[in-house]
């Protein structure tokens, strides 16, 4: 099917796909980042970017590599896709996917990387910083008006946690604008 072409407008088919091929890779096929990236890209396509799962693939991937900033990337993306959408009882998959990445991944991520000198750097970056509140905002944005709430004492618990595993340098490189908007400060601003 994917050599066919039949599934170039199934963002889920090629994650699906992309998971099969890092289990067990098939030679001369397409890695399984590149059907990750294949399938954010049909969602952003055919779907005005409004799949969240192909982020969660790709996020998760860079997880199990070890590649902590690419998944932290990755994550944000997937809170801006569903900050598109309002939270309903019915979202009960994605609010697990999103629970056990707020409220275990990413503090297990920020646990290891406060233990170990090469990891510490990840702690002193204002982007990866960015990207933490930019995942924390969707998540919120997701509820905001919404009739069920997302958000419980559990997840602020592991925000603060998180975010304040990070050294003061990388908090205080993310500014806010008068618009509301984070960027990082640059070298230029100084």
């Avoid at 590599?65 to 993306?77: D, F, N, P, T, V």
């Avoid at 559990?154 to 205080?172: G, I, M, P, Q, Y």
């Amino acid at each position: 099917l994917f050599d066919l072409g039949h599934l170039d407008k199934y963002p889920m088919a090629l994650g699906s796909l992309g998971d099969l091929e890092e289990i067990c890779p098939t030679p001369g096929r397409p890695s399984c980042v590149a059907l990750f990236r294949s399938a954010i890209e049909s969602g952003m396509r055919f779907y005005g970017n409004m799949h969240v799962y192909p982020y969660t693939y790709l996020g998760g991937y860079f997880y199990r590599k070890g590649l902590y900033r690419e998944a932290i990337y990755s994550w944000a993306q997937a809170a801006q896709v569903i900050s598109k959408y309002n939270y309903s009882r019915e979202d009960e998959e994605i609010y697990k996917e999103f629970l056990e990445v707020a409220n275990e991944i990413i503090p297990y991520i920020v646990k290891v990387c406060s233990e170990h000198s090469v990891g510490r750097t990840l702690l002193r970056d204002p982007g990866v910083y960015k990207l933490l509140l930019q995942f924390y905002d969707g998540i919120c944005q997701w509820e905001e008006g919404s009739k069920t709430p997302v958000l419980h004492i559990t997840w602020a618990k592991h925000l603060v946690f998180s975010l304040n595993k990070f050294d003061s340098c990388a908090r205080e490189g993310v500014v806010v604008d008068a618009e509301g908007e984070e960027s990082e400060d640059s070298e230029e601003e100084s």
